[in-house]
């Protein structure tokens, strides 16, 4: 029989970017992908497209499935000559139960790899501006399972130990037993004021922080309904936490952020997010594609093929200059047939396409839209004159009828069409219906369009209602028009057409830090 191979992966505390390079690897390599609530879903976007998900995720008060069950499933899959990644929350050696999977898996013959991730009990705490040793503190830490089997109720623990020899004491899992801890370190000379930190969801936008002492932590974390899952830290590292704080410190810190434009289009605004402390959440509504329709094909044929014609190449955007030159490239067609023409770029953006291609734009207008390139032309335009305007299948009349009106011939094709995409809609709707979405932002008209039909076609009766109480950000007053019109209320409004200033005036808005949300 042609066995299989296990990777057994720790995918770190929840920032999807702590996960390793060789975790991510096994990720692209899965035939099938077993994972558990506490690793990112973002991490399972890389996947390939035909890799079966398996989702074993406990809760506090519901296991899907008992662990003996998961790694039978491990050994199962990897019997039948599968590539099983097995995805964990945090390090799976760490209070992940690693062992008894690889165990079952030695024992059969299986091969398997053990890929550490960073574990939460270091992670969580550094997030939080709380380092777990420190040269004015102490050099020493333990990691404690904050519950065990229900009929050992901490007997193998040695409480009169850890309060007199360990600095530092974090425990994982143990919200639902603080009152115990705290007791017992009390009991065993711990001094009732010694600082406490809870941080749930650490490294989500999830993530908040509640502080106290070991005397009156648990009456705080009961009034704030603080819930799992939490890392508890108790010593007094505690105290940095004030001065240390830094992911908190970061504009968007605390909000999670829709992000609707097409993937092949997201990473700009995905990576600002990111770096701002947003947690971004993609989900493209729209996936480009060369025409398809056999008359855009053959209008696209019949213009390029009139190359050396043209006065005028005016480009709107960085995707219809990747199609372009695409389009050329299928075609055999040399860009040195428009050396008689003035190639015209939409924004600095579009030009830096351009430019990468090794064309310099020879106008930039000042304004990013149709009204700006008239503006930037008009005193250049002649009658009889030809342009050529490589666009998407949806865009805006306003250019080529004014450039008509002033007696140039235009020749609009479709150098590429928006398809609508539900990709990962599951996931959307568990974040929408939880209202765990802080902001949606649109990058055009047809992300707002394609939004609505792709939830329809998810089964949502009633969009509008559903995206109720999410603030709304638009690139430009087209987009916001649109928004509008379908009911939506604008919250943040880009001044310029461009992804920084999008981000840029959702920092200004001041957005609300939602210091906890009904994430389960």
């Not at 999807?16 to 506490?38: C, F, H, N, T």
Request: proline share 5%; charged share 25%.
């Amino acid at each position: 029989m042609n066995k299989g191979r296990v990777f057994l992966v720790g995918a770190g505390p929840g920032d999807p970017k702590l996960i390793s390079v060789r975790g991510m690897e096994a990720i692209q390599r899965a035939d099938v992908i077993v994972y558990d609530r506490l690793a990112n879903p973002r991490l399972l976007k890389h996947r390939r497209p035909e890799a079966e998900l398996i989702f074993v995720g406990k809760l506090p008060d519901k296991h899907i499935l008992k662990q003996e069950e998961i790694s039978q499933l491990l050994l199962d899959l990897a019997l039948q000559g599968k590539v099983v990644t097995r995805l964990k929350g945090g390090d799976p050696s760490v209070f992940g139960r690693v062992g008894e999977e690889a165990e079952l898996l030695a024992e059969h013959g299986v091969t398997f790899d053990i890929i550490p991730g960073i574990t939460s009990s270091i992670a969580v705490p550094a997030y939080a501006g709380i380092p777990v040793t420190h040269r004015d503190f102490t050099s020493s830490v333990a990691i404690v399972t904050g519950h065990e089997y229900p009929n050992k109720t901490y007997s193998s623990l040695n409480w009169d130990h850890l309060a007199k020899a360990i600095g530092t004491m974090v425990f994982l899992m143990g919200v639902a037993n603080l009152e115990q801890i705290c007791r017992e370190l009390i009991r065993c000379g711990k001094p009732a004021d010694m600082p406490v930190a809870l941080v749930r969801w650490g490294t989500w936008a999830d993530q908040a922080t509640i502080t106290g002492t070991l005397g009156d932590i648990v009456e705080k974390v009961r009034a704030a309904d603080f819930k799992s899952p939490a890392v508890i830290i108790v010593g007094e590292v505690v105290k940095l936490r004030e001065k240390l704080a830094w992911v908190e410190k970061k504009p968007l810190f605390g909000r999670r952020i829709m992000v609707t434009r097409a993937r092949s289009q997201a990473s700009e605004l995905v990576d600002l997010i990111d770096d701002l402390g947003g947690e971004p959440v993609e989900f493209p509504v729209i996936r480009m594609q060369p025409p398809s329709k056999p008359e855009a094909v053959a209008a696209l044929d019949a213009a390029l093929a009139r190359l050396p014609e043209y006065d005028w190449v005016i480009l709107t955007s960085v995707n219809g200059v990747e199609y372009f030159f695409r389009s050329l490239r299928d075609r055999g067609i040399d860009i040195r047939q428009l050396s008689g023409a003035r190639i015209v770029a939409v924004g600095p953006k579009t030009a830096e396409a351009l430019a990468e291609r090794g064309i310099i734009a020879d106008v930039i207008p000042a304004k990013f839209q149709g009204e700006g390139i008239l503006e930037a032309l008009e005193a250049e335009l002649r009658a009889g004159q030809k342009a050529l305007l490589p666009t998407a299948d949806l865009a805006r009349d306003y250019l080529p009828k004014r450039l008509g009106e002033l007696g140039l011939t235009v020749t609009e094709v479709d150098i590429y069409e928006n398809v609508l995409s539900v990709d990962d809609g599951d996931e959307l709707l568990q974040l929408l219906t939880t209202q765990s979405i802080h902001i949606i932002t649109f990058t055009s008209s047809s992300t707002v369009t394609n939004l609505f039909e792709a939830l329809r076609q998810l089964g949502v009766d009633d969009p509008l209602k559903l995206l109720q109480g999410v603030e709304i950000a638009c690139i430009g007053p087209k987009t916001a028009e649109t928004a509008a019109k379908a009911g939506l209320p604008i919250t943040y409004m880009a001044e310029e057409a461009t992804v920084a200033s999008l981000v840029h005036s959702m920092i200004q808005g001041g957005g609300k830090h939602h210091e906890f949300s009904n994430r389960t």
